[in-house]
T-cell receptor
Framework: AQSVAQPEDQVNVAEGNPLTVKCTYS??????LFWYVQYPNRGLQFLLK??????LVKGSYGFEAEFNKSQTSFHLKKPSALVSDSALYFC?????????????FGKGTRLSVIA | DTAVSQTPKYLVTQMGNDKSIKCEQN?????MYWYKQDSKKFLKIMFS???????INETVPNRFSPKSPDKAHLNLHINSLELGDSAVYFC??????????FGPGTRLTVL
């Protein structure tokens, strides 16, 4: 069975500092990994995904994520945080290449960027 | 142009009532989903339809019945609403095995 762990409920970072939001996963096959962001009272917005290829994936709003197979991790990063990045971030995983396997979400990490 | 839209955005109703939430996508995707987000923000898949056929049906009470009249629509009907059904319900769509795009959500409050 697939699972995702986001070990931090809350991450606080000062504006302009680098940020990392952690994610580890467990799948039986090869992982198909995603990050989504949810702003207050809004739906989830897709940030980036990893299927195959380069371990460093670049996404929207200056975010990137690094796939590490040996550590089964897919941490979200940004070199310089903005106050507007404050939101709830979800990591998600599904097994490749099954089309019928559901996307499994982590419990979310609330990012707070302080001016 | 809204890619995935849901109506209504807010739904307040009494216990025991029956209600529906509608979802439409204009992305040309062949797969649509319903997710439930509880008060702790935990997201869980409820149903998935591919080309109007039910392909994922997680452990959900049979009071919840999805209906897909065509590939662009997936509606969620809930019978005999209970307090525990209060949550935010998100619709999403994708190409088969592709990235899922989410609607804005419907906040259901059962009194």
């Amino acid at each position: 069975a697939q699972s995702v762990a986001q070990p931090e409920d809350q991450v606080n970072v000062a504006e302009g500092n680098p940020l990392t939001v952690k994610c580890t996963y467990s799948v039986s096959g090869n992982p198909y990994l995603f990050w989504y962001v949810q702003y207050p009272n809004r739906g989830l917005q897709f940030l980036l995904k990893y299927i195959t290829g380069d371990n460093l994936v670049k996404g929207s709003y200056g975010f990137e994520a690094e796939f590490n197979k040996s550590q089964t991790s897919f941490h979200l990063k940004k070199p310089s945080a903005l106050v507007s990045d404050s939101a709830l971030y979800f990591c998600a995983v599904r097994d490749l290449p099954s089309g019928n396997t559901p996307l499994v979400f982590g419990k979310g990490t609330r990012l707070s960027v302080i001016a | 142009d809204t890619a995935v839209s849901q109506t209504p955005k807010y739904l307040v109703t009494q216990m025991g009532n029956d209600k529906s939430i509608k979802c439409e996508q204009n992305l040309g995707h062949d797969t649509m989903y319903w997710y439930k987000q509880d008060s702790k923000k935990f997201l869980k898949i409820m149903f998935s339809y591919n080309n109007k056929e039910l392909i994922i049906n997680e452990t959900v009470p049979n009071r919840f019945s999805p209906k897909s009249p065509d590939k662009a629509h997936l509606n969620l009907h809930i019978n005999s609403l209970e307090l525990g059904d209060s949550a935010v319900y998100f619709c999403a769509s994708s190409r088969t095995s592709g990235t899922q795009y989410f609607g804005p959500g419907t906040r259901l409050t059962v009194l």
